[in-house]
């Protein structure tokens, strides 16, 4: 079984460049999670979607990220303009959704962002 | 105070030992304790899950879990070099409704 699928792999941008990152998750996992990870941190969420609805993205920095997840599967999640800040690894994870909460998160190998 | 929290370490232990790795959480109402691995670069692996109190093992690896204390514990048994790496303690539930990750521990195996 394919794992979570994350691209690009790296990824070096100006400051006040937009950029884009794709997830696509294991398939029949209906609940998709971006985090965000800093050196030295453990992984911080910024949006959880169950199917095509964002459930909880009270962390997403809303004037500059955004993030969709266009027919319940594949996501994007954007950053327009880039900071200095944003500089660190972005992480999609993948579980399937059974209603108790806790279920195993599967993490893709992440996107290392370095903003210039 | 945190919610999870770890030691950052390094623990450093001689392969053939026995690792133990700890982590104490906050939120009273938490129901699902995770440790995942993380080697350097690479992102998070789900080693194992645990949501009762007591033992639960699977091959070298042991959760522990302490609901009224609120510790969860990881031991790795034969700890070899491979094992080097930075464990993560994840908790979920209680008010947060979400996993909340540990800053992670730096295990080293010294061969």
């Known amino acids: 079984e394919a794992g979570v699928v994350q691209s690009p792999r790296y990824k070096i941008i100006e400051k006040k460049q937009p950029v884009a990152f794709w997830c696509n998750p294991i398939?029949?996992?209906?609940?998709l999670y971006w985090y965000l990870q800093n050196l030295g941190q453990g992984p911080e969420l910024l949006i959880r979607?169950?199917?095509?609805?964002?459930?909880?993205d009270s962390q997403l920095p809303k004037d500059r990220f955004s993030a969709e997840r266009l027919k319940g599967v594949d996501s994007t999640l954007k950053i327009q303009p880039a900071e200095l800040g944003d500089s660190a690894v972005y992480l999609c994870a993948s579980s399937v959704l059974r209603g108790s909460g806790g279920e195993t998160q599967y993490f893709g190998p992440g996107t290392r962002l370095l903003v210039l | 105070q945190k919610e999870v929290e770890q030691n950052s370490g390094p623990l450093s232990v001689p392969e053939g030992a026995i690792a133990s790795l700890n982590c104490t959480y906050s939120?009273?109402?938490?129901?699902?304790f995770f440790w995942y691995r993380q080697y350097s670069g690479k992102s998070p692996e789900l080693i194992m899950f645990?949501?009762?109190?007591g033992d639960k093992e699977d091959g070298r690896f042991t959760a522990q879990l302490n609901k009224a204390s609120q510790y969860v514990s990881l031991l790795i048994r034969d700890s070899q070099p491979s094992d080097s790496a930075t464990y993560l303690c994840?908790?979920?539930?209680?008010?947060?409704?979400?996993?909340?990750f540990g800053t992670g521990t730096l295990l080293a195996v010294q061969p």
């Open positions: 645990i949501y009762s109190n």
């Open positions: 398939s029949g996992h209906n609940t």
């Open positions: 979607y169950e199917n095509e609805e964002a459930v909880d």
């Open positions: 939120d009273r109402g938490s129901q699902s």
């Open positions: 994840a908790v979920y539930g209680g008010a947060t409704n979400k996993l909340i």
